[in-house]
């Protein structure tokens, strides 16, 4: 728990992960190509990244209806 929050949601992602016993081809192709897709996104300037802070805040906005 003294970890920064980050740094945390990182360790809980790699866990998550690690309790995959089977990934399945079709479903691991499709994650690269999104994550191409997004990835030209950011570099073409088309969306822009906000800091997690921010993107926390409007998550919690939202949330409250």
Do not use: N, Y
């Amino acid at each position: 728990m003294a970890l920064p929050s980050e740094a945390r949601a990182a360790l809980a992602g790699a866990l998550l992960d690690s309790l995959d016993e089977a990934v399945e081809a079709s479903v691991e192709a499709e994650w690269d190509r999104e994550i191409a897709r997004r990835i030209e996104e950011l570099d073409s300037g088309e969306v822009k990244p906000i800091p997690w802070a921010e993107a926390r805040q409007q998550i919690a906005l939202l949330c409250r209806g």
